[in-house]
């Protein structure tokens, strides 16, 4: 397969590039000055396109590419792939779902944690010698609140699971109730009712047209200003205006996030406050799974340009 041309869009994980690179005729677009400065050379040369959560497939570079035959996204998440375009022209997705749900999983927790017990601020007061002045002062008890989850798919499903184990009675809100939920889990139709009857509101979903900004003012309100948001899927699903200046005039209790909207950009009000945790949308990024990933981006390639069926399509 060395001779078949595979563009990658990013830096992504070292491992994956070089696994990429033992295999096919590897070219990273950061390389190039620019797009149209790669795609004027060797845009011919490419059958498949390896891209990520920061920069996907969008209509032009699927355009450009006239021999791309796949997507293999290093990513569980599609919101940075033109599909109609894909669908259009018959090119080939797939990504990587399965692998990395426990991770992301153990990060809404570890978050919805963080920021209940203030753990990142008790760090602080331990590594800067201030435990000797005086006690830490209490916190809040993360265990027994309700949990709210906005998309109950696989990710969702595994937050449910180690909420559940907390002891968190757990409701969820999606397009359509799951059968597979049963009675363990309350399914509300109306994202603000779910807010209104939950303590902490975990934001699950993919981003899509209708998810994008579906926690807005009048959810947040209705969250109101003890409870918490944990967002791990998408910057866009949450308003993030609302969301900053809800917790800057207090009416949100606090927030855990390792996504935004424009990300890297983070809103500069976010970083003076004591009530909001922030990670830089690492929710996969374990080892462990980042090599998950990588087999499964370079399996559906290579299954691909065997003839195989794809391991996990998504189109
Ligand atoms: O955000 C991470 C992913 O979509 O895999």
Known sequence: ????????????????????SNRFNLFKLWNFSSFQSFSQTHANSIRALVCDTKIGADANTIDSLPNLEIVSTYSVGLDKIDLKKCREKGIRVANTPDVLT?????????????????????????????????????????????????????????IAKRAAAFGCPV??????????????????????????????????????????????REVI????????????????????????????????????????EHEPDVPEELMSLENVVLTPHVGTDTVETCNDMADLVIANLEAHFSGKPLLTPVL
């Open 1 to 20: 397969m060395e001779s078949i041309g595979v563009l990658l869009t990013c830096p992504m994980y070292t491992n994956l590039h070089e696994e990429l």
């Open 171 to 216: 409701s969820y809100h999606s397009r359509s109730e799951k059968s597979e939920a049963g009675s363990s889990y309350k399914y509300y139709p109306n994202i603000l009712d779910l807010a209104a009857n939950s303590q902490i509101l975990v934001v699950a979903c993919a981003l899509t047209e209708e998810t994008r900004h579906i926690v807005n």
């Open 102 to 158: 426990d991770d992301v999983a153990d990060l809404a927790i570890a978050l919805a944690l963080a920021v209940f017990r203030k753990i990142p601020q008790s760090d602080g007061y331990v590594k800067n010698g201030l435990w000797n002045n005086s006690d830490y002062p209490l916190t809040t008890k993360f265990s027994g609140k309700s949990v709210g989850i906005v998309g109950l798919g696989r990710i969702g499903s595994a």
């Open 221 to 260: 309100d209705a969250l109101g200003p003890k409870g918490v948001i944990i967002n791990i899927g998408r910057g866009p699903i949450i308003n993030q205006r609302e969301l900053v200046s809800a917790l800057v005039e207090g009416r949100l209790g606090g927030a855990g996030l390792d996504v935004f």
